[in-house]
């Protein structure tokens, strides 16, 4: 039984010794291994082969593969580990010196994400200085205009690297800069970095990212930062709505810095703990309240500015609620059992989307997967470990590196499928994806926690592949060596610690095996969303609105909540508030399309002229302000000139609202994130537009020499045309 279900999980045919041992299959390929002398690996495959050298750590199990692929692991870090860096973006491509990692075989350069994931799965053990190093080089102060006079405490800031419509805020994870740092503050000195890093970053965050009607963090998804391949099609010209959602991943990671800020506040008896602390279990509370989606069972990947639901889903932002607490045991369970998995293993995103080239779409991601099999721990879920730690080896194995990515189900290295091949890039050595190689032996198979505790949670379906006949496998790591011996009776589904001992750089653990609940794969999910539709027409008739939609097996939206029945034809009453009204279609199992583009009805005031503009409220209640610009300080993809302003209101006998306008790249004339406020009947408002911050204000972004508001100075300024003020209903209330 414990060979077929190793076969099983394989997506293989073959029976289990010898495959797995010192080969595997896969759709009619073979990986092979073959052990040479002074501890070095051949490896041939697909791609060919590759002499893999004797490595400093070594894992001795049963299985040659297992072992070599670890080797093979440590020989990409050891390409990965330079001297200097470069990107065509920078310095003009010149080398800038760095005694740090880069990020892949076809990227020479250190991006903040990449490098920040890639620590935090492990890397800070097996080089804590290139680690460090890193994450510094991503570290900046403020340029020296911004910088007010006389004696001002110093301003540090992970940098948000080039982006959507110009970076940030309309994506905002570089807080992931923390989930790694958080490893290396042994080192005294760089932990006061990180503290004073932290205290400046979260406020700034705050400042101009945070919700407080929702009480989350807006901005993209972490990773999935190519817009139409996650986010409805109508985004790839358009990204405001993007800069105005909220995104899952983004927010768990928001909540893990505010976590390390109160860790770091409470032993340096700041005052400031206490706010920490109970800002993240507002944050954990709200992610909550407005992620899950009790229908499926999971939690969305991102929801819209109104907090419309989204049907969308991603396996790192699931998996990082998961490891961080964010989800208790239920919904993390929950979430595990219904994201799907085909047997090449898990997408990144889910549903796929049929009309987008393989990349973030149809893809697996390893270092994903490595977050997936911390989340399966988490759970205590021996099917899915499994299932990650093999679909992590086979790629590799197949691919003779850990590459960035590969197609969903032949789990290929490039799949012709016409417009729609891929993935579109995809690099050897990929430095998360070496991550996740060594995160399988460090975590995955021995246990190695963060903090240093041992906590094995092998599947008993891996027990013929590791041990074969031995009693007992090892791994030699950086400064220990852990080693597992088997109990005298493997009779459960999952093998734990039952005796832990410690002798000198030793540790020893006796394993005991147990039953646990196993989740089992969701294999039987539709693959595909369905097409996103046009937006909704609309129609006055007499008092009421008539909205239309083509086709019948639609849903509406009104200003994000779900309204009627599925149909096509709904008939809204007609009011004041402006109304915004989307669509989305149902496909196989009840599936929804991604949200239409929004066609919004209701009274607007315009108001142009010089600033300050005035404006006379016509009726009391909450109203909501845009203003049309052209940002074409750069492309829709990337650059750092997302310009940023406050918009401050001073409306007659009640405080000065403030708020932060995004106005990221744009083509042509759009309009603007909104801002909204609240005015009595007859008050005259004025709105006072002032400078906000952007990426370009960093003075390490001097060094951006592929656009905008780099070596040429910082740049924060749009063509800004009218400003628009509609009335709008309390959130959340059905029409």
């Known amino acids: ?53 004797a490595s400093a750590w070594k894992a001795h199990t049963a299985s040659p593969l297992f072992d070599g692929l670890f080797a093979m692991a440590q020989d990409d870090l050891r390409l990965d580990s330079v001297e200097s860096i470069r990107d ?39 080089d804590a200085a290139r680690s460090r190093n890193g994450l510094l080089f991503k570290l900046s102060g403020v340029r020296a205009k911004d910088v007010p006079q006389g004696p001002a405490p ?76 996650s986010y409805p099609a109508w985004t790839k010209h358009n990204v405001v709505w993007i800069a105005q959602s909220f995104a899952l991943s983004t927010n768990v990671l928001h909540y893990q810095a505010l976590r390390l800020a109160a860790r770091m506040a409470g032993e340096r008896h700041d005052p400031r703990a206490g706010t920490y602390a109970a800002q993240a279990e507002a944050l954990k509370q709200a992610i909550n309240a407005h992620f899950w989606r009790a229908n499926r069972g999971m939690y969305m990947s991102y929801i819209g500015g109104d907090g419309q639901p989204v049907e969308a889903y991603d396996l790192l932002g699931l998996s990082l609620a998961i490891t961080s607490g964010v989800a208790d045991a239920a919904r993390a369970r929950s979430s595990l059992a219904h994201y799907p998995a085909w047997p090449a293993g898990s997408p990144v995103i889910w549903p796929e989307r049929a009309d987008q080239p393989i990349y973030h779409n149809r893809a697996i991601w390893p270092f994903v997967s490595a977050y997936a099999l911390r989340a399966a721990r988490k759970v205590n879920d021996p099917a899915l470990i499994a299932f990650e730690i ?19 189900l032949t789990q290929a290295t490039h799949v012709d499928d016409g417009k729609l091949s891929g993935p579109v890039v995809d690099s050897p050595r990929q430095l998360w994806s070496v991550a996740a190689a060594l995160e399988v032996v460090t975590e995955g198979v021995f246990g190695l926690n963060e903090d240093g505790n041992v906590e094995p949670k092998l599947p008993v379906a891996l027990v013929p592949m590791l041990f074969g006949d031995r009693r007992a496998i090892s791994v030699r790591l950086p400064k220990r060596r852990i080693i597992l011996r088997l109990p ?19 540790t020893l653990v006796t394993l005991k095996a147990m039953s646990v609940p196993s989740i089992p794969l969701r294999t039987n999910a539709p693959m595909y969303a369905p097409a996103t539709l046009a937006a909704p027409r609309v129609a006055t008739d007499g008092d009421a609105i008539r909205v239309n939609a083509t086709g019948g097996n639609h849903v509406l939206y009104v200003d994000g909540v779900r309204y009627g029945n599925v149909g096509s034809e709904w008939l809204l009453s007609k009011t004041r508030a402006q109304r915004c009204l989307r669509v989305t279609t149902r496909g196989k199992d009840g599936v929804e399309s991604l949200p239409s583009l929004p066609t919004c009805v209701g009274d607007a005031s315009t108001v142009s002229g010089a600033w300050p503009r005035a404006w006379t409220a016509p009726e009391g209640g909450r109203y909501q302000a845009t203003l049309e610009y052209s940002n074409d300080h750069g492309p829709i993809n ?22 932060p306008i995004v106005m990221p790249h744009s083509i042509g004339e759009q309009r603007s994130t909104s801002a909204d406020f609240v005015a009595k009947r007859g008050a005259r408002c004025t709105f006072t537009l002032q400078q906000g911050f952007n990426m370009s204000d960093l003075s390490n972004f001097a060094h951006y020499t592929g656009g905008a508001g780099g070596s040429t100075g910082s740049l924060n300024d749009a063509t800004i045309g009218a400003l628009h003020i509609v009335p709008v209903a309390v959130h959340g209330t059905t029409p």
Not at 105 to 125: I, M
Request: charged residues 20%; proline residues 5%; aromatic residues 10%.
């Open 488 to 506: 005298a009776h493997v009779d459960g589904n999952l093998l734990v610690a039952d005796k832990t001992t410690h002798t000198g750089s030793d």
């Open 88 to 126: 065509a973006a920078f310095d003009h491509d010149r080398p800038m010196p760095c005694h740090c990692f880069e990020t892949g075989a076809k990227w020479h350069y250190v991006w903040t994400r990449d490098l920040a994931y890639s620590v935090d799965l492990g890397l800070w053990r097996f």
């Open 1 to 53: 039984m414990i060979a077929l279900a190793v076969a099983l999980l394989a997506g293989s045919l073959a029976a289990a010794p010898p495959a797995w041992h010192d080969s595997l299959q896969w759709r009619g390929q073979t990986a092979a291994i073959a052990t040479q002398p002074n501890g070095a690996f051949r490896l041939q495959g697909p791609f060919g082969k590759r002499a893999i050298p």
């Open 638 to 659: 990337t650059g750092i000139t997302a310009v940023v302003k406050r918009v401050s209101i001073a409306c007659h006998g009640a405080p000065v609202q403030t708020m």
């Open 154 to 229: 110093r301003r540090l800031y992970p940098m948000q690297d080039t982006g959507s419509g110009g970076s940030w805020p309309a994506s905002t994870d570089r807080v992931v800069w923390f989930l790694a740092a958080r490893h290396l503050l042994g080192d005294k000195a760089f932990a006061a970095e990180v503290w004073g890093t932290l205290n400046d970053t979260l406020a700034q965050d705050r400042e101009y990212a945070f919700d407080p009607r929702m009480g989350l963090y807006r901005g993209e998804t972490s990773f999935l930062d190519w817009r139409e391949q």
């Open 390 to 408: 093999k679909s992590i080896m086979r790629g590799a194995a197949l691919a003779g590196s850990s590459m960035e990515n590969y197609e969903l």
